[in-house]
């Protein structure tokens, strides 16, 4: 161990002093004898982090690891905070949990520690997807919520997001206090463990039908869908908690030929038939295309374990299926309410949409065609909730979303939300069905009107310690050497979240950007390209963001131009990659 920092052995060995279960203790004696101490230094070099959204890390033994005790402190941390924030008040809070490992005893343990502090909590009786846990917190006046997941990541990861008041992720001022609180909580004997059962109020399926009547509100085009009801759609959960809400959520909009992918129905945490659950990931839809090709389906949708993200895949016109991107749906999604929204002479000028700032730009393009304002945030679900959240009572919201397969249409969930999300597309695409369009149709429609963005999304993974390092090398590198120009075509502007700066690079001058500071840096070249290049939050990577667009002179031109554009990425990623 002589090549080991000492700090480290030193905060396992304050592990095993403290009161944790034995088998915990034999796993961290059992690290502390291996001659490979990669797994040690990883499990304890740090603690693992209540970042601004939560938890979300491997599962194990350790103070940098998804476990009861990490779990237990930062809840610990919380519900200190919740008791400064509302004194005298009566505190509850929601809780639910998607189909990981080990996420009912993580979600009780939440549960438990918050009982022990005298906090009362709405505990789900069955897995619930996200927006449901966020309507709830809303619905029951809750204080906070707590969603135990880890979204898309791989199965050996599990997390923790936190919840306010108003249903969104917390932020600030409260994301910066609550870490500051789960700081303090340096031992896992800081924690209270004398649960108290009687705080403990199960919300039952009777909760599902409140929340689908929410749903149901935001149909457009009933008679469009009666028209269509028995157009086959295939559903696919992945083997997470939106199983049963997202057919019924297509149920109560009209939808009668619903096909859910038996072999991906049954929650399980293992995700045996996927590499990883992530709708993103054409490999994790395979079965649901499959599917979609036995019963010609118009529509293949799927969401992530959490049932936040979804995914759509619509028929190619070759006897395949086009998975669409979140950028394409997010632009659907908007050029259709839009446009039904202006039809029923709802477009007052009080309306605003939001999405984020590595979103693409046709949906800014099409909001502004329609006299609505779109703000754009910083990356993450919680940034568009707050927006939602200080404009509440002013103007009215439409819908909002984030390129990685999120969004949100309709204010009573404050998050991404799946589950409403797939029968808003469902709706979309039987609608133009009865108009003789196809969704390729209506993209070239758009494109026509405002343009052809397209974009791709790459993720470069640094894993461990060593990798968090090269990441934080990576974007100091961006900063100390701005470059002139990329591939051959010339940088106009540079803009730098983190250090709140846009640098001019044709006129060689710097301004002040308006906008929260996050490491995040943007290259807008003279074509018209842009690349976004951020560290995840949630994951050990870096992601480049690439947009291009171009003039779509006929819809005619759609595959040559589309060819085109995705040559010029190419030649981007290359540089990055």
């Not at 997470?240 to 929650?267: R, T, W």
């Not at 990577?541 to 040559?567: D, H």
Request: include cysteine; charged fraction near 25%; charge should be negative.
């Amino acid at each position: 161990m002589t090549n080991v920092d000492p700090i480290i052995i030193a905060k396992a060995e304050s592990w095993l002093s403290s009161n944790i279960d034995e088998k915990s203790k034999v796993e961290i004696r059992n690290l502390l004898m291996s001659s490979d101490t990669n797994e040690l230094v990883d499990s304890f070099y740090k603690d693992l982090e209540f970042g601004t959204g939560g938890l979300r890390g491997l599962m194990g033994v350790g103070s940098n690891r998804m476990n009861v005790y990490t779990v237990a402190m930062a809840t610990q941390g919380l519900a200190n905070y919740l008791l400064k924030s509302f004194p005298g008040e009566k505190i509850a809070v929601a809780i639910t949990h998607d189909s990981r490992i080990n996420n009912t005893l993580f979600a009780d343990t939440t549960a438990n520690v918050f009982t022990a502090n005298g906090i009362h909590v709405k505990y789900f009786k069955e897995m619930r997807p996200t927006p449901m846990l966020s309507f709830a917190i809303r619905h029951f006046g809750c204080k906070s919520g707590v969603m135990v997941t880890a979204s898309h990541n791989p199965k050996e990861y599990n997390g923790y997001k936190a919840y306010w008041e108003d249903g969104g992720q917390v932020v600030a001022p409260h994301d910066v206090n609550i870490i500051t609180e789960v700081q303090k909580i340096t031992s896992v004997d800081d924690v209270n463990w004398n649960k108290n059962d009687a705080l403990i109020e199960y919300i039952d399926e009777n909760f599902d039908f409140i929340y689908l009547n929410e749903v149901k509100k935001l149909s457009l085009s009933p008679n469009e869908i009666m028209l269509q009801r028995s157009m086959p759609v295939v559903f696919s959960p992945i083997h997470g908690a939106s199983g049963k809400m997202v057919p019924a959520a297509l149920k109560v909009f009209g939808f009668e030929n619903i096909h859910v992918v038996e072999e991906q129905a049954e929650p399980n945490g293992n995700f045996p038939t996927v590499i990883y659950p992530n709708p993103e990931e054409a490999e994790a839809l395979n079965m649901a295309l499959e599917l979609g090709k036995k019963v010609n389906a118009d529509l293949v949708l799927a969401c992530d374990p959490d049932g936040d993200r979804y995914a759509a895949c619509v028929p190619d016109g070759i006897g395949g299926f086009e998975l669409l991107n979140g950028n394409q749906t997010g632009s659907l999604i908007t050029y259709y309410l839009l446009n039904k929204w202006r039809e029923f002479g709802r477009l007052t000028g009080d309306q605003f949409m939001v999405n984020t700032i590595v979103t693409t730009e046709l949906i800014d393009e099409i909001c502004k065609s329609f006299g609505v304002t779109c703000y754009s945030v910083l990356t993450g679900f919680k940034n568009i909730a707050e927006v939602i959240r200080e404009l509440e009572g002013k103007q009215t919201f439409i819908a909002g979303g984030e390129e990685s397969y999120g969004y949100l249409v309709g204010d009573f969930v404050r998050d991404k939300d799946g589950v409403s999300a797939c029968a808003i597309v469902a709706e979309i695409v039987a609608y133009y069905k009865s108009k003789g369009q196809s969704i390729q149709d209506v993209l070239a429609e758009i494109y026509m009107q405002y343009g052809f963005y397209k974009e791709h999304l790459i993720s470069v993974t640094k894993k461990g310690k060593d990798g968090a390092e090269q990441i934080q090398n990576l974007m100091a590198g961006f900063r100390a050497n701005r470059p002139l120009e990329i591939k051959g075509v010339k940088v106009s502007k540079i803009v730098d979240v983190k250090e709140s700066k846009v640098y001019d690079m044709i006129n060689h001058t710097e301004s002040e950007l308006n906008l929260a500071k996050s490491n995040v840096i943007q290259f807008y070249l003279v074509d018209g390209s842009k690349i976004s290049a951020r560290p995840s939050g949630t994951e050990p990577k870096i992601k480049y963001y690439f947009s291009v667009n171009e003039k779509l002179p006929n819809k005619e031109a759609y595959r040559a131009v589309e060819k085109s554009l995705q040559e010029r990425i190419e030649g981007l990623t290359s540089f990055f990659a």
